[in-house]
């Protein structure tokens, strides 16, 4: 059995940076595509990012890109989410997964093709 295990979170002042941690197990993890998603309060999870498994193509939400960056190491079996100039509307739950589907080119954007989810760590950035 596949487990992710988020960690990084915290209270950030806006303008702050983060770097978010997504540990796997149970799984070769260099044969996945790894994606991140949040979900602020109220609202539906959303995309953040993606990475193939080789590392060599990625995919950003529009409002993160150029703020945050998503890297792997498939040594550590770790993902991370790099995250700069955070704002108050990045509050949110951040969970990674791992892509249904993995090859070297396609990065999906809809939670539903995402299967074994970490529980979450809380990011909140304040005013």
């Known amino acids: 059995q596949v487990q992710l295990v988020e960690s990084g979170g915290d209270l950030v002042q806006a303008g702050g940076s983060l770097r978010l941690s997504c540990a796997a197990s149970g799984r070769t993890f260099s044969s996945y595509t790894m994606g991140w998603f949040r979900q602020a309060p109220g609202k539906e999870r959303e995309f953040v990012a993606a990475?193939?498994?080789?590392?060599?193509?990625?995919r950003y939400a529009d409002s993160v890109k150029g703020r945050f960056t998503i890297s792997r190491d498939n040594a550590k079996s770790t993902v991370y989410l790099q995250m700069n100039s955070l704002k108050p509307e990045d509050t949110a739950v951040y969970y990674c997964?791992?892509?249904?589907?993995?090859?070297?080119?396609?990065?999906?954007?809809?939670?539903?093709?995402?299967?074994?989810w970490g529980q979450g760590t809380q990011v909140t950035v304040s005013e």
């Open positions: 997964a791992i892509q249904e589907y993995s090859d070297s080119y396609y990065l999906a954007t809809q939670q539903t093709e995402y299967s074994y």
């Open positions: 990475m193939t498994r080789d590392g060599g193509r990625t």
